[in-house]
C-alpha cells in the first residue's frame, strides 16, 4: 500500500525559503509520477510541480516557475520541493501526490495516492 508522508511546512516571512519533503513507501515508484499540489482556505485544490521518478523531468505551474523546484532522491525514496522568493499567495496546506502513470497532469482527480498535507505560511 502506498503511502505519502509530508514534512517541512511552517511560518516564514515573505522572500524566504523553505524546503518540503515527501516520504513515500509501500511500492518501488519507477514508472510514477509525483507531484505537489495545494489548497489555500477556500480554494480549490491547485496543481504545483511534478515529476517523473524514473527520468526526473519536472513540470511546473506557472506561478511557481522559478522560484520552486521539484526534485526526487531514489536511494531515500523521498520527493522534495524547494520553495524560494515566497509570498504571502503561496500560504496553503501542501499535499504530495502519486499515481503510476507515463504523463503530466495537473488534474487532482488523475492521482490515486495522497499524503494528509502540510501546512505552509508566509507572513508579508
Known amino acids: 500500500q502506498v503511502q505519502l508522508f509530508e514534512s517541512g511546512g511552517g511560518l516564514v516571512q515573505a522572500g524566504g525559503s523553505l524546503r518540503l519533503s515527501c516520504a513515500a513507501s509501500?511500492?518501488?515508484?519507477?514508472?510514477?509520477?509525483m507531484a505537489w499540489f495545494r489548497q489555500a482556505p477556500g480554494k480549490g485544490r491547485e496543481f504545483v510541480a511534478a515529476?517523473?521518478?524514473?527520468?526526473?523531468?519536472?513540470y511546473y505551474a506557472d506561478s511557481v516557475k522559478g522560484r520552486f523546484t521539484i526534485s526526487r532522491d531514489s536511494a531515500k525514496s523521498t520527493v522534495s520541493l524547494q520553495m524560494n522568493s515566497l509570498n504571502p499567495e503561496d500560504t496553503a496546506v501542501y499535499f504530495c501526490?502519486?499515481?503510476?502513470?507515463?504523463?503530466?497532469?495537473?488534474?487532482?482527480?488523475?492521482?490515486?495516492?495522497w499524503g494528509q498535507g502540510t501546512q505552509v505560511s508566509v507572513s508579508s
Open positions: 509501500g511500492r518501488t515508484f519507477r514508472n510514477y509520477v
Open positions: 501526490a502519486a499515481d503510476p502513470k507515463t504523463y503530466f497532469t495537473g488534474a487532482p482527480s488523475e492521482y490515486g495516492y
Open positions: 515529476i517523473k521518478w524514473s527520468s526526473g523531468n519536472t
